[in-house]
């Protein structure tokens, strides 16, 4: 048995943060859109998993608020190298939205309302890793950070957490989505500093 002392109280202080490798610590929640942000009213919202085989499982606002909802605490890191950390969301899990549907697929192409995409491999979504996200910080999800809701896959760099999100693609070969056809990670581990591809 060891007599190292683990800390004070376990809880994180600033000199002791571990962020990935070329990352700084960000206290304010900057925005980052490839373009501008698309009006999307909860009246007329869907989100639609489309199956490889074509299958449609879809939820309109009322139905995916209805949905077990989870308070998820998490860092975020964006490759533009400002990490955020301890943030609050509320949001359906991504095993509860593919609770349902039946499968083969590797592969994701997520899309937004307003034409963004992102391609991530299917077990990323899986094993409470992901959620489609509706509330930040206990209001409902600000226009610009993605509301009404938004991909939430904090494991990978944050251009993978699609804002505006509508639908999944399931697809059975990887493609590239949005930054990934313009250069950047397949993957994108921050931890494993995968930016561009090739890294
Ligand atoms: N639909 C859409 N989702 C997107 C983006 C975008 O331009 N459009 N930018 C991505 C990038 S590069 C980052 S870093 C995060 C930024 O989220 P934020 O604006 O809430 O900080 O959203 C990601 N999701
Ligand atoms: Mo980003």
């Keep these: 048995m060891s007599i190292v002392s683990r800390g004070f109280s376990g809880r994180r202080r600033p000199?002791?943060?571990?962020?990935?490798?070329?990352?700084?610590?960000?206290?304010?929640?900057?925005?980052?859109?490839?373009?501008?942000?698309?009006?999307?009213?909860?009246?007329?919202?869907?989100?639609?998993?489309?199956?490889?085989?074509?299958?449609?499982?879809?939820?309109?606002?009322?139905?995916?608020?209805?949905?077990?909802?989870?308070?998820?605490?998490?860092?975020?890191?964006?490759?533009?190298k400002w990490s955020k950390l301890g943030t609050h969301w509320r949001g359906v899990s991504l095993d509860t939205l593919l609770g349902g549907v039946r499968t083969n697929a590797g592969y994701v192409m997520a899309r937004s309302y307003g034409g963004y995409t992102t391609n991530l491999p299917l077990p990323d979504l899986r094993d409470g890793k992901a959620w489609v996200a509706y509330e930040y910080e206990g209001a409902p999800l600000h226009p610009e950070h993605g509301g009404p809701a938004r991909l939430l896959v904090p494991h990978l760099y944050f251009w993978k957490s699609a804002k505006w999100v509508t639908g999944l693609d399931l697809m059975t070969h990887d493609q590239h989505g949005f930054w990934e056809e313009l250069g950047y990670h397949d993957y994108g581990d921050p931890w494993r500093e995968q930016r561009y591809q090739g890294d």
């Excluded at 900057?30 to 490889?52: D, M, N, R, Y």
């Excluded at 299958?55 to 995916?64: G, I, L, P, S, V």
């Design 15 to 80: 000199g002791d943060v571990k962020l990935p490798p070329g990352q700084y610590l960000e206290t304010g929640f900057p925005v980052l859109s490839a373009g501008p942000t698309p009006p999307v009213k909860t009246a007329t919202w869907q989100f639609t998993i489309k199956t490889e085989l074509g299958q449609q499982h879809r939820w309109d606002w009322q139905q995916f608020t209805s949905l077990p909802a989870e308070q998820i605490t998490t860092d975020i890191h964006c490759v533009t």
